[in-house]
């Protein structure tokens, strides 16, 4: 983006210049040496090329200043004092160039946009709100505004304000990309209501959510809770089992309640019954953990290590190994050719995708030591990696 913005300059500069020339309502006195613009502009466009950012950026801001006209120009260097963090710089000729009678609508629209952005970098947030409230007039630049007062609405927490800006949106989009966040932001209000003590309100809120993401998992977890606490363990139960539904990788985030839940219900056994209908279908180590940690609760730690055994040799996982480990110590037994055997497949299974070498530059990483790394054409960037990688 600030390359962009770099290469903008020069362009918007020689394109205000040249309109600047041409035309005839500006009242340019055309008896003033118009040559002094090329000048400062080749000085400018020479300190670019020669990567002398600050001096190239005073040459263009001193050919702004004395041709007034150009909006462009003004606009590319507010950006460009933006986006270096001189935000006060960028608030200044933003806020010059809006006071300007002569301004098109068009750019009184661009400026007020800028302006608002260099309010948004500076953490001036009411006023930022304010300059894009005031664009939402302009179609042309509402989107833009939507799209920043979203954020601001986000960061004040006023999840309201940003639902109703997320709608706004979305019907001026595809109207996809909102959904998940408008779930999110009726999470968000719901957990409020939780916390103030009205559970209907947040009930119907995480209902609502579901309604408008139905993949939203945040939504089901946070019911399971809510039901949970107010010790409605069938509908806690039908939230958390959702997630299962939803997205099993999320399970473990709700092991806990769901075990509470059955075991309020006095049904300890489905737990386990539930367990291994996830686990038939997505083997996760904290999966198998749990169900392992049920079944020595259930019928003592010699059935739970035969299971273990038998579920790891179809899903390896460190946090399964370690759990032979402790089963294997319980039983204070020594560890049996059948668990070694195990062991070492285990090894084998995390050294044959374990990397080898990585780039010190990108970051690639591979199994085969090249000289030049395919990831940034860098020579002798990769090494070795250690027996134990910590980053
Ligand atoms: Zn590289």
Known sequence: ?????????????????????????????????????????????????????????????????????????????????????????????????????????????????ALGEDHLKAGVLDRAENLFTELLADREYATPALGHLLTIYEHEKEWSKAIETARRLQRQGDGRQYRDRIGQLRCELAAEARSRGDTGQARQLLRLALEEDPGCVRANILRG?????????????????????????????????????????????????????VIARSPEGALIVRLVGLIEQRRGPREALDELTLLLRRAPSLEGLRRLVDLTRTLEEPIGTRELQLFYELLDGLEAERPRYRCQRCGFAGRILFWQCPGCKAWATLRPIGEVETA
């Open 1 to 113: 983006m600030l390359e962009l913005l770099w290469l903008l300059l020069p362009v918007a500069a020689l394109s205000g210049w040249w309109i600047g020339q041409r035309s005839p309502q500006t009242g340019r006195n055309y008896a003033s040496p118009s040559r002094s613009f090329p000048d400062a502009y080749y000085q400018g466009l020479s300190y670019l090329l020669n990567e002398e950012r600050d001096k190239a950026l005073e040459a263009f801001t001193r050919m702004a200043e004395v041709d007034g006209e150009t909006a462009e120009v003004h606009l590319a260097l507010g950006s460009l004092f933006r986006n270096r963090g001189e935000v006060d710089r960028a608030i200044r000729i933003h806020q010059s160039l809006i006071a300007r009678p002569s301004l098109s609508r068009r750019e009184r629209s661009q400026a007020l946009l």
């Open 225 to 277: 809770d809510l039901e949970r606490e107010l010790g409605r363990y069938k509908a806690a139960l039908k939230a958390y089992e959702a997630v299962a539904e939803q997205d099993p990788g999320f399970l473990p985030e709700v092991l806990e309640g769901l075990e509470a839940s059955y075991q309020a219900l006095g049904r300890p056994g489905q737990m386990e019954t539930f367990l291994r209908q």
